[in-house]
């Protein structure tokens, strides 16, 4: 018994060592790979940058032309169709948003053609309760110029525009924002934030390439993937809404709690949409529309289309705020409201952006804006989940609430 304790003592201090080696060998080694994987995040997302900055320096975004001018084929006089150069294209829908003629000018250089729109579009009345609802930019805003024979110009002309009651659009955009959000809750947060910065790099490297001569490819592979999810200025020009939506998502959950951003990327998913849908049914309310808006707050935006946006997030916030890590002592009134509030939050936000957008003008004052800076403008995508995620702190510190709360795992279950 005494040499089985004597050698029970010699070699368990060997047993120990052998036990930390081991340790310490595979904490080195995973410590190892996470560095090499944020080190791979960021070169892609510096490579990406770079790559984009080329882009700009390059030239200016006008896509298939020739010394940055446009080629369309415009009928001369004698019925024969010839070549003729004009400086820039602006397409005025005006039975869409910006008018209520039921017709269609192009106008540029000199040139004006007016079409006269198909029996199957809205009625006058239509029209007009369409236009409260917005369509079509703002008159002088700076977007990439599209010739009339790219891949782009084709794909526009089968799409429908914003005033179109597009429920693939509105599903997807639901979708692809609860997918975020369980993504954020289930995932380290370094390693969310660092997969959302290459996804909206990627994405803005895309947007800067699509309407440049040699790239009309990438056009073809949006319209084959997301098809009839795609809005008709969306290949006249404007960026996608999918590259603020990957920003909008990668800013929460870089300047908020976890679950902050959580929530406010739920509101993106559900109160922009919804807040779409209930604003485009009664449009024809007009006490309703905010017209001009105060500074383009709210322009061309619904009252009820706000509070339809702000009741569809309602019972959702309910039950994920019920199945968390609350208090004991929380009650069912406090539940609610704080719902209640938060998709009062998503909802306002979408309010707040006006339609048209407010997009990157051509000049200010008597400075012309370069060809080279892209069409951004500002998208109800990338201010409702960081306006959310914002009102969500504030609405837990006024209730007593952790910021490190608790959600479900798949935050509905």
Request: glycine residues 10%; positive net charge.
């Amino acid at each position: 018994k005494k040499e089985r304790q004597k050698w029970d003592q010699i070699s368990r201090p060997d047993t120990n060592i052998a036990h930390r080696r081991k340790s310490d060998k595979r904490g080195r080694r995973k410590r190892r790979i996470e560095a090499i994987y944020r080190m791979t995040c960021w070169r892609v997302s510096l490579l990406v940058v770079l790559l984009s900055a080329a882009s700009l320096c390059d030239g200016n975004l006008a896509p298939h032309s020739v010394g940055g001018r446009v080629f369309s084929k415009v009928p001369s006089s004698g019925g024969v169709p010839s070549s003729r150069s004009i400086s820039g294209v602006t397409a005025s829908l005006q039975g869409g948003g910006s008018g209520g003629s039921g017709q269609s000018e192009v106008r540029g250089g000199g040139a004006t053609a007016v079409k006269k729109r198909p029996t199957s579009e809205p009625s006058a009345f239509e029209a007009k309760a369409e236009e409260a609802s917005g369509d079509g930019e703002l008159k002088g805003d700076h977007s990439a110029k599209v010739c009339k024979d790219s891949s782009a110009a084709v794909i526009a002309k089968k799409l429908k525009n914003r005033n179109r009651m597009n429920f693939s659009r509105k599903a997807t955009h639901a979708g692809f924002g609860l997918g975020f959000a369980v993504l954020n809750q289930i995932m380290p947060r370094e390693r969310f934030i660092a997969g959302m910065t290459i996804l909206t790099s990627s994405s803005l490297l895309v947007e800067l390439l699509r309407y440049r001569k040699g790239f009309g490819w990438m056009n073809d592979a949006l319209h084959f993937f997301l098809r009839g999810t795609l809005r008709k200025h969306e290949m006249e020009g404007k960026f996608t809404g999918s590259f603020y939506y990957f920003l909008g998502v990668t800013l929460s959950a870089y300047l908020y709690p976890k679950t902050a951003a959580t929530l406010g990327i739920c509101q993106l998913a559900l109160a922009d949409p919804s807040a779409s849908y209930f604003g485009r049914q009664t449009r024809h309310i007009y006490w309703s529309r905010i017209e001009n808006g105060l500074g383009g707050f709210g322009r061309n935006k619904g009252m009820l289309g706000f509070l339809g946006g702000a009741l569809f997030c309602l019972p959702f916030n309910y039950r994920v705020l019920s199945i968390a890590a609350l208090p004991t002592t929380t009650t069912r009134t406090t539940i609610a409201t704080v719902s209640a509030l938060l998709g009062l939050a998503g909802a306002f936000a979408d309010l707040a952006v006006p339609t048209p957008a407010l997009t990157v003008p051509k000049s200010i004052g008597n400075m012309k804006v370069p060809s080279w800076v892209p069409p951004f403008h500002v998208d109800d995508n990338l201010v409702v989940p960081i306006f959310s995620s914002f009102a969500c702190t504030k609405i837990f510190q006024a209730f007593g609430f952790s910021q490190e709360l608790e959600l479900a795992r798949c935050i509905i279950f």
